[in-house]
């Protein structure tokens, strides 16, 4: 009898494991996040991204500036943006951790450049975390802190000290929510907002970016594609000015 019961309280417990009921041990730093962002969501996430936004540029709450840019990111870590139109031979591309800068189809300026958003928005979901986590790391964001905080009713983690330097990335989803960062120029925030089911993969369509509680820029993002491929071509900066999507 004692031994039928101990075996349906065991064939119990491992039912409600199964079915998650039993809570998962906390979080104790970023890397071990990052692995569990890239164990849900690496099968299934997209490598390949094309889309329009809408830029809109704010002064003081009133809007100065409004233009359509055109992006590509592939996987990993290569983003290319032209201003306005392909004509206009205005843009930049992030390859190799470097920010290549063209103007009229030239090149006018190399630098290295570690792209938060793109690492994180990206990058962090389809490429292993033992090639992020160091970029992450070289962003300045404390890997050892993380927590769980509320934002506008919703529990996100937030990774790093929010006095320096941190991410959030929803805590149900995991999805990537946003990035501060504190200097001596007071608080930089951005938030990627209104994610939707595109090809049912969920891509944040708007982008808004703050400066101590001020919003100075805002993205609307549309003729979003996902396509299976992007040309090398598309990255590489001596083919800046014959590049076209």
């Known amino acids: 009898m004692k031994k039928s019961i101990c075996t349906a309280i065991a064939t119990l417990a491992l039912a409600f494991c199964a079915l998650g009921v039993f809570a998962s041990q906390p979080l104790t ?3 071990e996040l990052i692995g569990q962002i890239h164990s849900r969501y690496s099968s299934d996430w997209y490598s390949h991204i094309t889309f329009k936004q809408d830029m809109y540029r704010y002064k003081n709450d009133s809007l100065v500036r409004n233009e359509v840019w055109m992006v590509a990111y592939s996987s990993p870590s290569r983003l ?3 201003y306005k139109d392909f004509s206009s031979g205005r843009g930049w591309l992030v390859v190799n951790d470097s920010l290549f800068t063209f ?3 030239k090149l006018i300026g190399t630098r290295p450049r ?6 994180l928005g990206y990058d ?3 490429v292993n975390p033992s090639i992020v986590i160091p970029k992450v790391v070289g962003l300045g964001i404390d890997l050892s802190m993380v927590r769980v ?3 506008k009713g919703k529990e996100y983690y937030e990774v790093g000290n929010n006095n320096v330097k941190c991410f959030w990335v929803g805590k ?3 999805l990537f929510h946003g990035i501060r960062k ?4 007071g608080v930089t925030e951005i938030f990627y907002q209104n994610y939707k089911m595109i090809y049912d993969k969920p891509v944040a369509t708007e982008v808004q970016y703050f400066e101590n509680g001020q919003m100075y820029l805002y993205e609307k993002y549309f003729d979003i594609r996902l396509p299976s491929s992007l040309p090398d071509d598309f990255f590489d900066p001596n083919l800046f000015s014959e590049t076209r999507w």
């Not at 570690?114 to 690492?119: A, F, G, Q, S």
């Not at 504190?182 to 120029?185: A, G, P, Q, T």
């Open 124 to 126: 962090m979901y389809s």
């Open 103 to 105: 103007n009229h189809n």
């Open 29 to 31: 730093n970023g890397e």
């Open 182 to 185: 504190v200097d001596e120029n």
């Open 149 to 151: 905080t509320t934002i």
């Open 80 to 82: 290319h943006i032209r």
């Open 172 to 174: 149900d989803d995991l």
């Open 114 to 119: 570690l792209h938060e958003v793109m690492i």
